[in-house]
């Protein structure tokens, strides 16, 4: 993996988790979550961020697929902030729309170090397989508030798997864009000085 790494374990009386990620990496993963459709949008995540991801979480499932997607949330949030640093060189700010069929998705990010969230629309159907399809908006506004992001999130469509699948692919797209290393600069963007 890449010099932008971070490795967390976190263990609650809900969710056992183990989850490396590289920013600067090619792609790849290797996911575990239990949730079908939650893996495939993670790896969905990693494959157009260009992030090195892997996650395996032993969650109470048997309850709802909430704490499960939620803690997984947190904790990638918590990795992104562990592997940027100081943030120094960062582009910062990103905006991305990526459509799939009938469906888009919209994200505008701020690597800030504040966390905020806003989100607009709704998901056409209640769940896709076993995953609860408004916990897509919860998982992004989970990873703003732990990676101490801003995220102004919005989806359109029909088709709740090409929601969801549009807002994970934007959000990495915009994530990908904002945390690369624009080579014009060597401190940190902000004119405070620190992010």
Known sequence: MGDRHAAISRETAETTIELELSIDGDGESSIDTGIGFFDHMLEAF????LFDLEVTCDGDLYIDDHHTIEDVAIVLGEAFADALGDKRGIVRYADRRVPLDEAVGS???????????????????????????????????????????TIHAAVTGKNAHHEVEALFKSLARALDDATRIDERRSDTPSTKGSL
């Open 107 to 149: 994200v505008v990010v701020d690597v800030s170090g504040r966390p905020y969230f806003c989100f607009e629309g709704s998901f056409s159907q209640a769940s896709v397989g076993d995953f609860t399809s408004d916990m897509a908006r919860h998982f992004v506004e989970s990873l703003a508030m732990n990676g101490g992001l």
């Open 46 to 49: 990693a494959k157009h961020g």
